[in-house]
């Protein structure tokens, strides 16, 4: 595996964690709920925001179109 697919792999991970705690925030569910069923501390989710889930997802598509 090269270091660009490990950056792919590792960003997916993220847009993936970022989503599901942005969608469990806006189902009003406490940071310690959302910690636990994420499996990520309360920092990382009190932390979370849109915008980092957008940058997240425009990274990604950067390092795909380094794949091809």
């Known amino acids: 595996m090269t270091a660009l ?3 792919v ?3 997916e991970y993220e847009v993936k964690t970022l989503d599901m705690i942005l969608r ?3 189902e009003r569910k ?3 709920d959302i910690a636990k069923e994420v499996g ?3 920092t990382e989710v009190r932390i979370a ?3 980092g889930l957008e940058r997240a997802k ?3 598509e950067r390092y795909k179109r380094g794949l091809n």
Do not use: F, N
Request: hydrophobic letters at 30%.
């Open 40 to 42: 990520v501390s309360t």
């Open 58 to 60: 425009e990274r990604l």
């Open 49 to 51: 925001r849109p915008k």
């Open 30 to 32: 406490s940071l310690e």
């Open 5 to 7: 697919e490990m950056l």
């Open 24 to 26: 469990l925030k806006r």
């Open 9 to 11: 792999k590792q960003t």
